[in-house]
């Protein structure tokens, strides 16, 4: 939760996303294991959730009335965050929690296989994904205008025209259904005793390790380079996220999984503080962009003399140029996600508490 909120105070600063010195690129680059993370025990959460209901039909009906939560909320009150203008017109953005969304509708149906069968697909998804651009980019030029828009969706991301506003597709749904259903299945193995639980997840995220540096190390290493090419470290790092490759999630997954015994074990003041975020994670989510916008408008007015009419364009895909002089530097972008994320822990520890003490039945759903 935390890493994701330096990717996004660092959308309103103004640095690039990566590159080209290495404090820029490592701010962009830890940041890779949000998305993976998400996904991944998204899937984990809905499987120990199906234990607690009982009823797989009760979990199925409960993803697909979340996940559509999920999608409507990333439409309308996410983008108005991110934006900070009502310009519906021209701009609609399907983010990370648009992905979620449909990945939880998706699942509703999957859930009522076998869990073996769910992670096989899962993993067939994630490995096999090329297949479906394969397929998108095969199709006849008659089609194009007709089912396009299908596999901009499940795959290929970009722009796509409602007849009005454009929806920018950011995460499309391939293969980010595949990483949720094995996280999924992932939930059988925390079911086992503690030692082999331990094993397995240090077992399953240093083969995952081992293969992204052995294969992404030979592709880095072989890939052309020239003068004004990044060095070895930051091509091997530099994965591609949009679609999610094979050695994106390998490189992501990989150490995630291998650190779970190590995170279940954490203790003491700070841990317990991260804790409160992980319990609301949807709550965070909703409130953490509006504030780091609204952060970013006062740093602009104290460094500027002004409010930047750039902060009110359509963040974070198309703001259009940057004003020159706006930039920020990694210390005040740092500076500003410690005092966002402090600010943050006070009402997610009050929403903590209330669902603890009140259990209402919609609150499953925030």
């Known amino acids: 939760m935390v890493l994701m909120a330096i990717d996004h105070v660092r959308v309103y600063s103004g640095l690039p996303a990566g590159g080209p010195t290495a404090g820029i690129f490592f701010t962009r680059w ?64 399907a983010g990370v929690i648009w992905m979620l969304g449909w990945c939880m509708v998706l699942m509703g149906g999957l859930v009522r296989l076998p869990v073996r069968t769910i992670g096989i697909l899962g993993l067939a998804v994630m ?58 299945a992932f939930g059988a193995i925390l079911l086992r005793e503690p030692a082999e639980r331990d094993r397995l997840c240090l077992k399953i995220g240093a083969w995952g390790t081992a293969v992204y540096l052995g294969v992404g190390g030979l592709v880095a290493f072989f890939a052309p380079g020239g003068e004004g090419s990044p060095p070895f470290l930051f091509r091997l790092l530099g994965q591609q996220k949009y679609p999610a490759s094979q050695l994106f999630l390998l490189m992501t997954l990989g150490p995630t999984i291998a650190l779970i015994p190590l995170a279940e074990r954490a203790r003491g003041w700070f841990a317990d503080r991260l804790a409160v975020f992980g319990r609301v994670p949807l709550f965070y989510y909703l409130l953490h962009i509006p504030l780091i916008h609204a952060l970013a408008l006062l740093v602009s007015q104290l460094r500027l003399g002004h409010v930047s009419p750039w902060l009110f364009t359509n963040h974070p895909l198309w703001p259009g140029d940057q004003p020159e002089g706006y930039q920020w530097g990694l210390g005040l972008l740092y500076f500003v996600l410690v005092i966002a994320v402090v600010l943050l822990y006070f009402p997610c520890r009050w929403y903590d508490r209330v669902k603890r003490e009140r259990r209402a039945g919609w609150m499953r759903y925030l």
């Open 127 to 184: 490995f096999l994904q090329q297949i479906v651009g394969l397929v998108g980019r095969g199709l006849p030029d008659a089609w194009r205008p007709a089912v396009g828009w299908l596999f901009q969706i499940l795959y290929f991301g970009g722009g796509i025209d409602l007849g009005g506003p454009t929806l920018a597709v950011l995460y499309s749904l391939i293969p980010w259904i595949g990483v949720m259903a094995a996280g999924y």
């Open 30 to 93: 830890i940041t890779h294991f949000v998305a993976p993370a998400f996904a991944f025990f998204a899937g984990t959460s809905a499987f120990f959730h199906g234990r607690k209901l009982g009823d797989t039909g009760a979990l199925s009906r409960y993803l697909v009335t979340r996940g559509l939560i999920l999608v409507l909320l990333e439409l309308t009150v996410i983008r108005v965050s991110w934006t900070f203008n009502l310009d519906y017109r021209t701009y609609l953005m």
